[in-house]
């Protein structure tokens, strides 16, 4: 592709970039979920938790559930190791509105304090909207019940080219996190 310097060149180059990298995505930009609801911005304006300012959404009060997935990460997390993992979004009341596939990798353990980090990388459906997300997080603060944070951005839908950061919080529950979402365009 000759590049225009038009905003649209990144998105396809990204887009060409993450469909040769991660497994299924070519198929799965094109084949979407027929479980999830497909009306776009003004489902997810619906669940804002603050008004759209500036651009910015954010959505709290979401629950994801572990569906199911392959490899292992230990509660003792070692570098090498490695875990795929398929998630359901919800909103507060039950209701299906996306979904999760990830892989998380360990990758170093900082020798001062013990904290081993992992780099997250993340498809993420929403409302017809395909996220992708990527970013290094301290599993040892996530596993002690803090909130880690992975950037990102939309690659294809209705809200492609929107920048996006998915916050996860771990719960008691097994296999249950709370997230929250900042959009930004």
Do not use: C
Request: glycine share 10%; charged share 20%; hydrophobic share 40%.
């Amino acid at each position: 592709m000759a590049p225009t310097g038009r905003h649209t060149d990144l998105l396809a180059a990204t887009s060409a970039f993450l469909t040769g990298h991660l497994p299924g995505l070519a198929a799965s930009t094109t084949d979407p979920d027929a479980r999830l609801p497909a009306d776009g911005s003004t489902a997810l304006w619906k669940l804002a938790t603050e008004p759209d300012v500036a651009g910015v959404v954010r959505v709290t009060d979401l629950t994801e559930r572990v569906l199911g997935g392959h490899g292992e990460i230990t509660p003792v997390p070692r570098p090498g190791q490695v875990r795929y993992y398929e998630d359901e979004i919800q909103t507060a009341d039950g209701t299906l509105i996306g979904t999760t596939s990830g892989r998380l990798e360990v990758v170093h353990e900082r020798p001062q304090d013990g904290h081993r980090f992992a780099v997250r990388t993340e498809q993420v459906r929403l409302f017809g909207t395909i996220f992708h997300f990527s970013g290094l997080n301290d599993l040892t603060a996530e596993f002690a019940g803090a909130y880690v944070s992975v950037p990102g951005f939309a690659i294809a839908g209705e809200l492609a080219g929107w920048s996006a950061i998915r916050s996860i919080h771990m719960t008691p529950t097994p296999f249950v996190s709370t997230v929250q979402l900042v959009l930004a365009r």
